[in-house]
């Protein structure tokens, strides 16, 4: 199973908006709506922002949302603010034997 | 608050086998109905999974480690546990455990603990 494909970095300004593709195949992001997101700091543990393609959870403010089509799916941060440069991942379900396949991750500066 | 603390040898011999435990509190791993996994970060790269055990002790495991890899639960301690063989300088990485609540979402994550893997 080969990781998800996630470009290296982006970057906007504060109080843009940024979008981070993900792209899998028809076995994964195309094949099922089990696509997460997660914001990680270096030197803390994952966040989870977004589930299941579109699902936020509890906590997480509106300017992040999600998206899929086909077989790319995408995070969209809209309203930047400094404390969202982190590196973001995408994860998507792969079938009853891979559970889970990350992206290889996407450094996000805010300018 | 359901919280997952890792523990084990920060440091391991090539060739040996490294040992994880994931003790969680505040929830019953067997009863809540939850998956629970380990997923790792080498140096300066990105997050890759390991492994997940479920609620009932059925396991899945990455292609690339599975002839490596065992998840396993022991229900006296409430912890889950990962035992990787063989071990390279390439198992280096910081190890999470997580709590998945949906098919590749892992909602609640351990701080994380470093493991090196020595020559």
């Known amino acids: 199973q080969s990781a998800l494909t996630q470009p290296r970095s982006v970057s906007g300004s504060p109080a843009q908006s940024v979008t981070i593709s993900c792209t899998g195949t028809s076995s994964d992001v195309g094949g099922y709506n089990y696509v997460s997101w997660y914001q990680h700091h270096p030197g803390k543990a994952p966040k989870l922002m977004i589930y299941?393609?579109?699902k936020r959870p509890s906590g997480v403010p509106d300017r992040f949302s999600g998206s899929k089509s086909g077989n790319t799916a995408s995070l969209t941060i809209s309203g930047l603010q400094v404390e969202d440069e982190a590196d973001y991942y995408c994860c998507s379900y792969a079938g009853s034997n891979t559970l889970a396949v990350f992206g290889g991750g996407t450094k996000l500066t805010v300018l | 608050q359901v919280q997952l603390q890792e523990s084990g040898p920060g440091l391991v011999k090539a060739s040996e086998t490294l040992s994880l435990t994931c003790a969680v509190s505040?929830?019953?791993?067997?009863?809540?109905?939850?998956?629970w996994g380990w997923i790792r970060q080498p140096p300066g790269k990105g997050l890759e999974w390991i492994g997940t055990?479920?609620?009932?002790?059925?396991?899945y495991y990455s292609v690339s480690l599975k002839s490596r890899v065992t998840v396993s639960v022991d229900t006296s301690k409430n912890h889950f546990s990962l035992r990787l063989t063989s071990v390279t300088a390439s198992d280096t990485a910081i190890y999470y455990c997580a709590r998945r609540n949906r098919p590749a979402a892992f909602d609640i994550w351990g701080q994380g603990t470093m493991v090196t893997v020595s020559s």
């Open positions: 505040d929830s019953s791993i067997i009863s809540s109905g939850y998956y």
């Open positions: 299941d393609v579109i």
């Open positions: 055990i479920s609620h009932s002790g059925s396991t």
